[in-house]
């Protein structure tokens, strides 16, 4: 048994109360390890990707794009989400992402890290890539509804921007983190 059975929660019931392209919102009634029951309101949303992107003169490949739900426009590491079939996989999706929002292309993807995005509340999983060899791809094709432009940062512009705090987007924190604790 695990050490951390006291911890453990078991789904008793769930109801769906909204379905839509891109979540969906469940109650869902647990069971605690000491046999009492409890709510939890969760949001299922499928895997998601986000790449870390670097230049040869060491510039990372940042998108700015309106974020409706932060009601402003976000600096990020370019990301999205899994197309939800079996047919494309998490390398998969951070190749077409790097397309389809930046000017280029990897020559090689690496996984650096995975980790869940809001865990308290949604079970959205991310899987962080290094890409390498980056190439220009003169034709961007962002998703339909989506208007973002590309940035390029040193160094020292993203450990400003972090200090100022104009990056407010924690996979982009994560991914900058790591870059940033690379030796070079």
Not at 7 to 31: C, F, H, M, P, R
Not at 60 to 67: A, D, H, K, P, T
Not at 149 to 174: G, H
Request: aromatic share 8%; net charge negative; glycine share 4%.
């Amino acid at each position: 048994m695990s050490t951390y059975a006291h911890l453990q929660e078991t789904k008793v019931n769930s109801k769906e109360i909204y379905s839509g392209q891109i979540i969906q919102v469940y109650v869902d009634t647990i069971a605690l390890a000491n046999g009492q029951q409890a709510t939890r309101e969760v949001v299922r949303h499928c895997p998601c990707v986000a790449v870390l992107a670097v230049t040869d003169e060491d510039k990372v490949v940042l998108v700015r794009q309106f974020r409706y739900p932060a009601n402003k426009p976000l600096l990020e590491v370019p990301a999205g989400k899994m197309d939800g079939t079996a047919s494309e996989t998490a390398i998969q999706t951070a190749a077409r992402e790097l397309a389809e929002e930046t000017p280029y292309t990897a020559q090689r993807l690496e996984l650096i890290h995975q980790f869940y995005t809001v865990p308290g509340f949604c079970d959205e999983y991310m899987y962080l890539y290094r890409a390498y060899g980056l190439e220009m791809n003169s034709t961007l094709k962002p998703d339909e509804g989506e208007v973002v432009d590309t940035v390029l940062y040193s160094r020292d512009e993203v450990r400003q921007a972090l200090r100022n705090q104009e990056i407010e987007d924690i996979k982009t924190i994560a991914a900058l983190q790591h870059w940033l604790l690379e030796s070079k």
